[in-house]
């Protein structure tokens, strides 16, 4: 038996993957959100934050002496973490996410979906295992090199590891099929982080506040789940297509390809950088408002959100709690916007084109960014928060749109690969919005601006980036014919089929046979599929496992979801 032969009976490679034709291609949507919703937890880290930040000295923290030097603070045992510190985790996250997604994508589209989905289990539960030690011993090195770092890698793993496979299963419905998916990462929080509270408050003991513990229960349960995500994904057999199913003229789309650009010629395509500027001026300008949902409603309301003509800082310590609460629900609300942007958006981008839903952000996005200091000045707290809910939208739809575009315009053959590297943009923007946001308030501040108007300049400079990133769509066209990979060099490419597939287990059955003829062992491979083993890999996936599958993400999704609802119902009292 051939070295290939042994690789395509491996239960994890690519082509033991290919569905049958009788595969449901609606399992493959569930298989991707039980990764995503594991991952998105990344967003509600924050629920940590203060309880780690307290693990020494309990109800109030206890601070490092000032005269220990720095590389001695972070090994001290003794003394409590600055949230700042803990902070740097979420920061890893993001810029891991991106450059792992750029580094691995190529290697994905190789592997395949089950590999990559399993490679992101074990790195993002491992490294919640590795933060448990840190929190244990209290290292704060290892809560960046465990979640941060090995965490961040898995999600970038995870991330980008059903893009192609849905992208394929759904041409016509490019839009619908990833943005269920990466709803999933926007909606990993509303799970996460309630669950994770509930845990602390079981786990916790004077002595402790029952973090270490809660990441080894959430390791357990989102390891249990990404595993059997992973182990669902299908790909489709080579020239598959939806029953019915007629792929548009270019007469009829000129912005979407039949053809395929190679990863390697990809980004050095105009198109390429147009569209990482596009994605990464849509998300700056989300991602800062994001960041600063809470504080920016109750500096810029004050005491109006209770009744009082108050400004925040005449507020007492209860007044502050109460708005406090307000602007959780404020939070929850955006969370809600930007689960049901991915979905909703990306969707539409089905109907409209995505050039089209992308110059909607941007417009439409100008004049909200414009209108938020009207609506604060005048103390309408209501258009003030529509506003930013509509804006988050249109954050959301911004990731779950742009894969679709990635396609329409390289084609699918290494659209996987190609989301990676134009994740970067993602890592990008994480840093650049909350600076933008974070540093502008602050100077508004020190040159005397009251705390009510410390965010109408950001607005503006927040519209600005949107009409750059309007710009840049605009002047995205289709790939010059010298990009486009001929039609051999596709071939030289492509996967197996399922006919390859069991024609390959066929010789390997014979291979097994002679083993057993000449009396030797065939132990040493137990790659080799006994007898039985003949149907091609999938499922026919009957009505009944249907059900079980969506209900198994459902379920969760539902509840955090209900969750937040209650949250945000505190903002309309």
């Given at each position: ?149 090995i965490g961040g890698i898995g999600l970038g793993l995870g991330y980008i590891s059903p893009v192609s496979t849905l992208i394929k299963w759904f041409p016509d419905r490019r839009g619908l099929a990833t943005g269920l998916a990466i709803m999933g990462f926007g909606g990993g929080a509303m799970i996460g982080a309630p669950l994770a509270d509930r845990l602390m408050g079981f786990y916790a003991t004077p002595a402790s506040p029952g973090v270490w513990q ?167 707290v209501g258009v003030f928060v529509l506003l930013f809910a509509v804006i988050i939208t249109m954050y959301g739809g911004g990731f779950s749109t742009i894969p679709a575009y990635l396609a329409d315009i390289f084609g699918t ?161």
């Amino acid at each position: 038996m051939t070295a290939d032969a042994i690789a395509r009976t491996d239960f994890f490679s690519r082509e033991r993957t290919v569905a049958s034709p009788a595969f449901n291609r609606w399992l493959v949507p569930p298989a991707a959100l039980a990764i995503h919703l594991c991952i998105g937890m990344a967003y509600g880290f924050s629920v940590f934050w203060l309880p780690l930040s307290r693990i020494i000295g309990g109800a109030q923290p206890k601070e490092c002496p000032e005269t220990l030097g720095f590389f001695a603070t972070l090994v001290a045992t003794n003394c409590d973490w600055k949230v700042s510190w803990l902070g740097w985790t979420f920061t890893l996250f993001f810029v891991l996410l991106g450059s792992s997604a750029a580094v691995f994508g190529h290697w994905l589209e190789t592997a395949g979906p089950r590999k990559a989905g399993l490679a992101a289990a074990c790195c993002w539960c491992g490294g919640l295992l590795i933060s448990a030690l840190g929190v244990y011993l209290h290292q704060i090195s290892l809560l960046w090199i465990g979640s941060g770092v090995i965490g961040g890698i898995g999600l970038g793993l995870g991330y980008i590891s059903p893009v192609s496979t849905l992208i394929k299963w759904f041409p016509d419905r490019r839009g619908l099929a990833t943005g269920l998916a990466i709803m999933g990462f926007g909606g990993g929080a509303m799970i996460g982080a309630p669950l994770a509270d509930r845990l602390m408050g079981f786990y916790a003991t004077p002595a402790s506040p029952g973090v270490w513990q809660t990441f080894v229960t959430l390791a357990a349960i989102y390891f249990a789940f990404m595993v059997a995500g992973a182990l669902s994904y299908r790909v489709p057999p080579e020239g598959w297509a939806p029953e019915g199913f007629t792929p548009p003229t270019a007469a009829k789309n000129a912005m979407v390809t039949h053809r395929h650009v190679h990863l390697d010629v990809a980004w050095k395509t105009p198109q390429f950088w147009l569209l990482w500027a596009v994605l990464c001026l849509n998300v700056s300008a989300g991602i800062g408002v994001l960041g600063m949902a809470s504080p920016m409603l109750q500096e810029v309301f004050g005491g109006r959100l209770i009744g009082l003509d108050m400004g925040f800082d005449q507020l007492n310590a209860d007044q502050k709690k109460q708005i406090a609460a307000i602007a959780a629900g404020f939070t929850g609300l955006l969370s809600l916007c930007n689960i049901g942007g991915r979905i909703g958006w990306a969707s539409a981008s089905d109907k409209f084109g995505r050039k089209l839903t992308y110059a909607i952000f941007f417009v439409v996005g100008i004049a909200l960014y414009s209108a938020e200091p009207f609506a604060a000045k005048g103390g309408m707290v209501g258009v003030f928060v529509l506003l930013f809910a509509v804006i988050i939208t249109m954050y959301g739809g911004g990731f779950s749109t742009i894969p679709a575009y990635l396609a329409d315009i390289f084609g699918t053959h290494h659209v996987g690969a190609i989301h990676g590297r134009l994740l970067t943009a993602w890592s990008t923007a994480g840093v650049l919005g909350p600076v933008l946001v974070n540093y502008i308030r602050e100077y508004q501040l020190s040159v005397g601006a009251p705390r009510e108007a410390a965010y109408n300049q950001t607005m503006y400079v927040l519209a600005g980036l949107l009409l750059c990133g309007l710009v840049c769509n605009l002047l995205v066209r289709p790939c010059a014919e010298k990009y486009y990979m001929s039609d051999e060099e596709v071939a030289a490419q492509k996967h197996v089929t399922v006919a390859e597939v069991v024609k390959e287990e066929d010789e390997t059955h014979a291979d097994f046979e002679d083993f057993v003829e000449e009396g030797l062992d065939p132990a040493p491979t137990d790659a080799i599929p006994p007898v039985a083993w003949r149907a091609p890999p999938g499922s026919k996936g009957g009505p009944l496992l249907l059900v079980f599958a969506w209900a198994a993400v459902g379920v969760p999704l539902a509840w955090g979801v209900w969750i937040t609802l209650l949250k945000t119902a505190t903002l309309f009292h």
